[in-house]
């Protein structure tokens, strides 16, 4: 069994839930005002430590308030902090959420997270088998240079392209898993791309974008699922009706829960329909880390399914 190991932001997430988002320039009454912890890093990690992987985050924190609660939540998750450092003159990332509708926004607010260096993501040891994971929320050449290290110890490296921005082939090129929804792969392509856009197309975009042949991109879908390109060909995971609450943090669980299932050793393609499953318990909670289910949520949710239910249609 390998490892899980992420390179990545972590947050405190202040939420505000209203009836409806505001136009620009308009202000609303909201309902509530929450605090979760989160952050892309720390999502991912949860989700896969809640999965039974033994899961290693590398991050910084401030030293303010937000670092300490931030600390000793992922702590109780069971996620190895030994890599995460608490950084004088910074603010712990901070990102304000809106929530309504079961729909977001999100206006992130990097602070120690945008310190996060070279020399942070080389202090770990990874070997074959484990698994590397990052986002967009720490800075590129840092994300480059965990990469090749991983690659250099024979692990699985995985990208999570977002906040979505542009990127250079170089670091494409390190990626061995892709995993974006259509707006990231839209952005990344050059192409205008659409909630409704049929999943050849969707496809179509993603082998424009593929590095190498045997590169895999899964592009996320929220309610309808995922659709992935392995091994040239597309594999669909329908999702599942559920009653979204709040979709904050699903791509990281998702993420985080492939991670996991590809250290243990399981097919990407089971791990990404296991992942679509625990997506979907995710979005029915409030806040990000603090829904990551566990895995006898998950395991509960697939003993209740049909065989071969929200696969390939």
Avoid: W
């Avoid at 699985?156 to 090129?173: E, F, G, H, S, V």
């Avoid at 990281?252 to 992942?275: I, K, R, T």
Wanted: one cysteine or more.
């Amino acid at each position: 069994m390998g490892r899980v190991f992420v390179a990545g932001s972590i947050n405190m997430d202040v939420v505000a839930t209203a009836e409806r988002h505001p136009k620009v320039g308009e202000t609303v009454a909201g309902e509530a005002v929450l605090y979760f912890p989160g952050g892309k890093g720390a999502n991912q990690a949860v989700a896969s430590a809640k999965q039974g992987m033994p899961t290693t985050l590398i991050g910084r924190l401030g030293t303010d308030a937000f670092g300490r609660e931030l600390r000793t939540f992922l702590a109780a998750q069971g996620v190895d902090l030994t890599f995460v450092r608490d950084t004088d003159g910074a603010h712990s990332g901070t990102a304000i959420i809106t929530v309504a509708n079961a729909d977001n926004t999100i206006v992130v607010v990097p602070g120690a997270n945008g310190l996060v260096d070279p020399d942070d993501v080389a202090a770990p040891v990874l070997a074959k088998g484990d698994i590397a994971v990052s986002q967009f929320e720490i800075p590129l050449p840092t994300i480059a240079a965990f990469f090749k290290r991983a690659r250099a110890a024979g692990a699985t490296t995985i990208l999570n392209p977002a906040p979505a921005k542009r990127i250079d082939a170089a670091l494409l090129d390190l990626v061995d898993v892709l995993i974006l929804n259509e707006t990231e792969l839209g952005l990344l392509t050059g192409r205008e791309l659409r909630d409704g856009d049929t999943y050849e197309t969707l496809m179509d975009a993603a082998r424009s974008l593929q590095a190498r042949a045997h590169q895999i991109i899964c592009v996320t879908l929220g309610k309808r699922g995922i659709v992935a390109l392995l091994n040239g060909n597309m594999h669909v995971d329908q999702g599942r009706a559920v009653k979204a609450v709040d979709s904050t943090g699903a791509g990281d669980c998702f993420v985080g829960a492939v991670a996991a299932l590809l250290a243990d050793g399981q097919p990407v393609q089971a791990a990404m329909s296991y992942a679509n499953i625990a997506a979907s318990i995710c979005v029915q909670r409030m806040g990000a880390a603090p829904s990551m289910p566990t895995v006898e949520e998950v395991k509960a949710v697939l003993s209740t399914r049909r065989p071969g239910e929200g696969r390939d249609p």
